[in-house]
């Protein structure tokens, strides 16, 4: 029998002398000291334990058979648990939820059918329900379950039902145990790095979590990355700067020169960082080093980029690619038509413009530019007509009070 439980537990065993064990457990059946009905309930664990599960299932419904009648519910709860199990290998889903659910009904605080139910109901993306289970496991002392396996589906349970402070907390518990198992450090890796960017709160929890993983594992390139990338969440979401930009791009740098295999990612969040402080010479610098990897990917932020640094030209050449090929789209356009505009292409800039607003009639800033090219080349009617209706569609907008300032026999006072 205690191999037997070896082999259930996932641990290493001897096969041969589970074979033994059958046999001897099936002369004790009809022995006269033991119980039948649990000899039978052992003999099913065995073939379990083998891994055969067929044989498993028709021993353990002998089994029931005989338990039930006995009145033994505690054993009968047992079995339809571990039945559950047997049809869970057998890729039967919903026969084992069904064997897991009588299980309770003759054993309501039996842990492990509580645990397979939250494991059920996981996998099927329930994590409300699959939390309810998990809270109501209490492990009988001797159990091959612990709190460490609770704790950690909970986290995760947590984390899917945006109770965020809640699911850290567990991280926390689980960290904190002296004995903890060696899959604890990985299994909360995982969950930062999946849920560690999804508020304020997980991503200042992500870089406590991973300066201290990196204490353990230093020259992690994936957890520096995860740090790194917690960190650019805090400023880009909350303007909140845990580094410096300097300090950001050494990191990066750092990291960059260990070789990874997409710095380019890496490099275009250092232009998005010196962007967001309007350091736009060191942002052209970066998003080039990013775009002369992907061009198709990048090349938006560096044409715009370059526009704001009056490298118009350049900018263009960039930019039209972009919008004629990889991302026709209103902001591409829109770079275009500022790019046509400091070449002096007037005819091209006007034609982005417009291209903007086919697509996103919305597009504010295009309206009051395109009027403002229109006014600027002479052609006065047309720029009337589309600032009065850039005021009519934006009467809130701070370029709308500018226009009425500027020409109060046009547009009021």
Same mark, same amino acid.
């Given at each position: 029998?205690?191999?037997?439980?070896?082999?259930?537990?996932?641990?290493?065993?001897?096969?041969?002398?589970?074979?033994?064990?059958?046999?001897?457990?099936?002369?004790?059946?009809?022995?006269?000291?033991?119980?039948?009905?649990?000899?039978?309930?052992?003999?099913?664990?065995?073939?379990?334990?083998?891994?055969?599960?067929?044989?498993?299932?028709?021993?353990?419904?002998?089994?029931?058979?005989?338990?039930?009648?006995?009145?033994?519910?505690?054993?009968?709860?047992?079995?339809?648990?571990? &039945?559950? @199990?047997?049809?869970?290998?057998?890729?039967?889903?919903?026969?084992?939820?069904?064997?897991?659910?009588?299980?309770?009904?003759?054993?309501?605080?039996?842990?492990?059918?509580? =645990?397979?139910?939250?494991?059920?109901?996981?996998?099927?993306?329930? =994590?409300?329900?699959?939390?309810?289970?998990?809270?109501?496991?209490?492990?009988?002392?001797? @159990?091959?379950?612990? @709190?460490?396996?609770?704790?950690?589906?909970?986290?995760?349970?947590? =984390?899917?039902?945006?109770?965020?402070?809640?699911?850290? +907390?567990?991280?926390?518990?689980?960290? @904190?145990?002296?004995?903890?198992?060696?899959?604890?450090?990985?299994?909360?890796?995982?969950?930062?790095?999946?849920?560690?960017?999804?508020?304020?709160?997980?991503?200042?929890?992500?870089?406590?979590?991973?300066?201290?993983y990196l204490k353990q594992n230093a020259g992690d390139t994936r957890a520096q990355i995860q740090r790194l990338l917690s960190v650019w969440y805090l400023y880009s979401n909350f303007d909140k700067a845990i580094w410096s930009y300097q300090e950001f791009k050494q990191n990066v740098v750092d990291i960059t020169n260990d070789g990874i295999s997409n710095p380019e990612f890496l490099w275009h969040l250092v232009g998005l960082w010196a962007q967001k402080e309007e350091n736009w010479t060191e942002a052209e610098e970066w998003y080039r080093k990013a775009y002369d990897h992907f061009p198709e990917e990048y090349g938006y932020y560096l044409g715009t980029a370059l526009n704001?640094?009056? +490298?118009?030209?350049?900018?263009?050449?960039? &930019?039209?690619?972009?919008?004629?090929?990889?991302?026709?789209?209103? &902001?591409?356009?829109?770079?275009?038509?500022?790019?046509?505009?400091?070449?002096?292409?007037?005819?091209?800039?006007?034609?982005?413009?417009?291209?903007? &607003?086919?697509?996103?009639?919305?597009?504010?800033?295009?309206?009051?530019?395109?009027?403002?090219?229109?006014?600027?080349?002479?052609?006065?009617?047309?720029?009337?007509?589309?600032?009065?209706?850039?005021?009519?569609? =934006?009467?809130?907008?701070?370029?709308?009070?500018?226009?009425?300032?500027?020409?109060?026999?046009?547009?009021?006072?």
């Amino acid at each position: 029998m205690a191999e037997i439980n070896l082999g259930m537990n996932g641990v290493e065993c001897d096969r041969s002398r589970i074979l033994e064990g059958i046999e001897v457990i099936k002369k004790a059946v009809d022995g006269g000291v033991y119980s039948p009905g649990a000899m039978l309930y052992c003999v099913a664990n065995g073939w379990l334990a083998l891994n055969k599960y067929e044989r498993a299932v028709k021993a353990y419904r002998l089994a029931l058979g005989v338990l039930i009648e006995a009145g033994l519910t505690e054993v009968v709860a047992q079995c339809y648990k571990n &039945l559950g @199990s047997t049809m869970n290998k057998l890729n039967k889903p919903h026969k084992a939820r069904y064997f897991y659910k009588r299980a309770l009904e003759y054993d309501a605080e039996l842990a492990e059918a509580h =645990f397979a139910l939250a494991l059920w109901n996981r996998r099927n993306g329930d =994590f409300k329900t699959a939390l309810s289970y998990l809270e109501e496991i209490i492990w009988p002392q001797g @159990s091959a379950g612990t @709190s460490a396996n609770v704790s950690g589906w909970r986290a995760e349970c947590l =984390f899917e039902l945006g109770k965020i402070k809640e699911a850290i +907390r567990e991280i926390i518990s689980l960290l @904190s145990m002296a004995d903890k198992p060696d899959w604890v450090w990985p299994w909360c890796a995982k969950l930062v790095a999946k849920y560690g960017n999804v508020s304020q709160d997980a991503s200042e929890f992500s870089i406590r979590f991973w300066d201290r993983y990196l204490k353990q594992n230093a020259g992690d390139t994936r957890a520096q990355i995860q740090r790194l990338l917690s960190v650019w969440y805090l400023y880009s979401n909350f303007d909140k700067a845990i580094w410096s930009y300097q300090e950001f791009k050494q990191n990066v740098v750092d990291i960059t020169n260990d070789g990874i295999s997409n710095p380019e990612f890496l490099w275009h969040l250092v232009g998005l960082w010196a962007q967001k402080e309007e350091n736009w010479t060191e942002a052209e610098e970066w998003y080039r080093k990013a775009y002369d990897h992907f061009p198709e990917e990048y090349g938006y932020y560096l044409g715009t980029a370059l526009n704001q640094i009056g +490298r118009y030209e350049e900018a263009l050449q960039i &930019l039209l690619s972009q919008a004629e090929k990889y991302y026709p789209d209103e &902001l591409s356009w829109f770079q275009v038509a500022i790019a046509m505009g400091g070449v002096g292409n007037t005819e091209g800039c006007i034609d982005a413009y417009e291209r903007v &607003l086919k697509l996103d009639e919305t597009y504010a800033k295009a309206w009051f530019n395109l009027g403002g090219i229109y006014w600027n080349s002479g052609q006065m009617v047309k720029a009337k007509k589309v600032w009065a209706e850039a005021i009519r569609r =934006f009467p809130e907008h701070e370029l709308t009070e500018r226009l009425k300032n500027d020409l109060p026999g046009v547009f009021g006072p």
